[in-house]
């Protein structure tokens, strides 16, 4: 009887907590299956945008550059020609290189960018083999056209 | 009269990543080099080598939230002896390089390294005389996870990313179909 109350007795209430949170929600992501949705202002990978006429906002100004706490970027601007029109402003950039292994992705370009052109995205799958993968260029910085109508 | 067989699910290296998810009849054909890859990748066991706020990061991808251990990762050594795989989470300081290094050299083979988050890939933001400007100044590292921190989807994805090299990894002799005490780095793998 007395082992009845000095040891059932609690072990009975211990599972009874065990019981009631077997009834709550599962909180694991199955990330790879199904991705979670980020927070609304997380930063990620970085996106270079256009107008949406296809025109490049990036004016090649370097303000970003500028900015970056961990000298991850690399501008190289020219001069627009009528001929080779990229921005609508007088220069464009021709080189636009971001170290994402260097960056801390703290946003401080997205926001000296006076056009809006480099913004941080929500991708977050950046992992990568090699060093020199992680250099990332114009091309692949760049937003895809718009579909033209 | 022996059973009829219905599929024959035949494992060669045209498909790319093998296992995991291929269900077909009752009998399964594969490599030797295959299942010992599939069964190294799918237990990964990381050695705690939290360095900073990276480390933060880490222990949550082991938690419930995010749950390390739905691929084979969960057990967390305290001791090289009995990890496969390193996360260096955080920067490395010039001080902090040779414990690195001898952790490193105490780990039994096969082994890999992750260099989580810029500090540990890169110097970061710490590009100053205290600071390894990169964890592959000291060892060699598999896969790099950017991020400052990575949140741990990311260092998840690193993770996904280093068991599908393991799992590519293409054996040249029999010494490298050995259990133990092979060196991965001799195992070529396949690019994706």
């Known amino acids: 009887m007395d082992l009845i109350k000095s040891v059932v007795k609690p072990m009975l209430a211990g599972l009874g907590i065990t019981r009631e949170r077997l009834k709550r929600d599962k909180i694991t992501f199955m990330y790879p299956e199904e991705v979670r949705e980020q927070h609304p202002r997380t930063r990620w990978r970085h996106v270079l945008t256009r107008y949406e006429s296809g025109l490049e906002r990036c004016i090649g100004c370097s303000l970003c550059a500028g900015a970056c706490p961990a000298r991850c970027i690399y501008v190289q601007a020219d001069e627009n020609t009528d001929d080779a029109r990229f921005s609508p402003g007088e220069r464009y950039a021709v080189r636009y290189e971001i170290n994402m292994l260097r960056c801390i992705f703290c946003g401080y370009c997205q926001e000296a960018c006076p056009t809006g052109a480099i913004v941080l995205r929500k991708d977050f799958e950046l992992a990568n083999y090699h060093r020199e993968q992680f250099v990332y260029t114009k091309e692949m910085l760049l937003e895809p056209m718009p579909i033209q109508k | 009269m022996p059973k009829r067989v219905e599929t024959i699910v035949l494992h060669d290296t045209s498909t790319p990543v093998l296992g995991d998810t291929q269900k077909g009849g009752n009998i399964v054909?594969?490599?030797?080099?295959?299942?010992?890859?599939?069964?190294?990748?799918?237990?990964?066991?990381?050695?705690?080598?939290?360095?900073?706020?990276?480390?933060?990061?880490?222990?949550?991808?082991?938690?419930?939230?995010?749950?390390?251990?739905?691929?084979?990762?969960?057990?967390?050594?305290?001791?090289?002896?009995?990890?496969?795989?390193?996360?260096?989470?955080?920067?490395?300081?010039?001080?902090?390089?040779?414990?690195?290094?001898?952790?490193?050299?105490?780990?039994?083979?096969?082994?890999?390294?992750?260099?989580?988050?810029?500090?540990?890939?890169?110097?970061?933001?710490?590009?100053?005389?205290?600071?390894?400007?990169?964890?592959?100044?000291?060892?060699?590292?598999?896969?790099?996870?950017?991020?400052?921190?990575?949140?741990?989807?990311?260092?998840?994805?690193?993770?996904?990313?280093?068991?599908?090299?393991?799992?590519?990894?293409?054996?040249?002799?029999?010494?490298?179909?050995?259990?133990?005490?092979?060196?991965?780095?001799?195992?070529?793998?396949?690019?994706?």
Do not use: H
């Open chain 2, 29 to 192: 054909l594969t490599s030797a080099e295959t299942l010992i890859n599939q069964a190294r990748a799918n237990s990964l066991w990381p050695l705690t080598f939290g360095l900073a706020c990276c480390a933060i990061e880490m222990m949550a991808s082991a938690g419930s939230r995010f749950d390390l251990s739905r691929f084979g990762s969960e057990a967390f050594r305290a001791t090289p002896r009995q990890a496969d795989v390193m996360i260096i989470a955080g920067r490395v300081s010039k001080k902090m390089a040779p414990v690195l290094r001898q952790i490193y050299d105490q780990m039994p083979e096969p082994k890999w390294v992750i260099s989580m988050g810029a500090c540990a890939s890169s110097g970061g933001v710490y590009n100053n005389y205290a600071i390894v400007q990169g964890a592959d100044q000291v060892v060699p590292v598999d896969v790099y996870v950017p991020g400052c921190p990575p949140s741990p989807d990311a260092l998840i994805y690193g993770i996904l990313k280093l068991q599908e090299k393991i799992k590519r990894g293409r054996s040249k002799s029999f010494k490298d179909l050995k259990l133990i005490e092979v060196n991965a780095r001799t195992l070529e793998t396949v690019e994706a």
